[in-house]
């Protein structure tokens, strides 16, 4: 299915358990130069309907089958692509709407609940980029680097990629700690011990910040989730069980 942002189409995938309430949703967020069908972000899916959730992956600007190049693609454009889903939810009746983003569609995940901490009710967060501005402010890139000062029109990054200037640009007037204090509901964060593309260390910094925060590291596990998946599953299982335990944190 088609969701449609400022003429933008999104490329969707609605998945309904059997049973389902009407109104459970997690809306999922894959990562840099990933898209809505690659495997770890099928099994988080497949988790949380397994926990009585649909859920909503979707193609972010300029990645999968959505449309927009790549090269164009900035965190505003990722962050407008995901308020713009929000409403499509609500307006078809999703009123208990949960974020889930992995690396880059972590961090975005985690500005728009921000943003509508009134109507996101939880998150859950896979090895969340948040060093992404901090590293387009120090000069820093997928392993390159450049003048922070005096950004170039085009850089290069991972697979013979190239973006545009503009991404750094907007990469370097976010504050994501900003947007981690105004959240006040229950955080999930998992985050691979032998990650090498994320330091682990900024998911432990953010995840003190919250106000609701469980932070599980797995050993063994990387990036994208590949080593240990059946863990992710049961650790993102397990959380949303409890969240549903009346009396619990929401």
């Known amino acids: 299915m088609l969701i449609y942002d400022d003429g933008i189409k999104l490329s969707a995938v609605l998945e309904v358990p059997e049973g389902h309430d009407g109104h459970r949703l997690v809306i999922l967020l894959h990562g840099f130069t990933s898209a809505k069908d690659r495997p ?18 979707f193609d972010l600007y300029g990645h ?12 505003f454009k990722w962050i407008s692509n995901t308020m713009a889903v929000i409403r499509w939810a609500l307006e078809h009746g999703y009123d208990d709407l949960y974020l889930s983003g992995h690396s880059q569609g972590g961090l975005v995940a985690a500005l728009v609940a921000g943003m509508e901490a009134d109507r996101i009710h939880g998150l859950i967060l896979r090895a969340p980029a948040f060093t992404i501005p901090q590293g387009a402010r120090d000069g820093t890139m997928i392993g390159g680097s450049f003048d922070p000062d005096h950004i170039p ?23 994501p700690e900003d947007a981690v204090r105004r ?13 090498d593309t994320i330091p682990l260390e900024d998911s432990v910094k953010f995840s003190a910040d919250y106000a609701c ?38």
């Open 183 to 195: 959240y006040r509901g229950p955080v999930l964060i998992l985050h691979g011990e032998d990650d």
């Open 40 to 57: 770890h972000n099928v099994r988080a899916a497949n988790a949380m309907r397994e926990a009585g959730f649909a859920t909503l992956r």
């Open 213 to 250: 925060c469980d932070l599980v590291m797995i050993p063994g596990e990387t990036h994208h989730f590949y080593h240990r998946p059946d863990q992710m599953e049961k650790i993102i299982r397990e959380w949303l069980d409890d969240l549903q335990i009346p009396g619990s944190v929401r």
């Open 153 to 175: 029109d085009e850089v290069d990054v991972i697979k013979g990629l190239k973006l545009s200037g503009d991404y750094l640009r907007v990469a370097q007037t976010i504050h």
């Open 64 to 75: 999968g089958e959505s449309g927009g190049e790549f090269r164009n693609h900035t965190l």
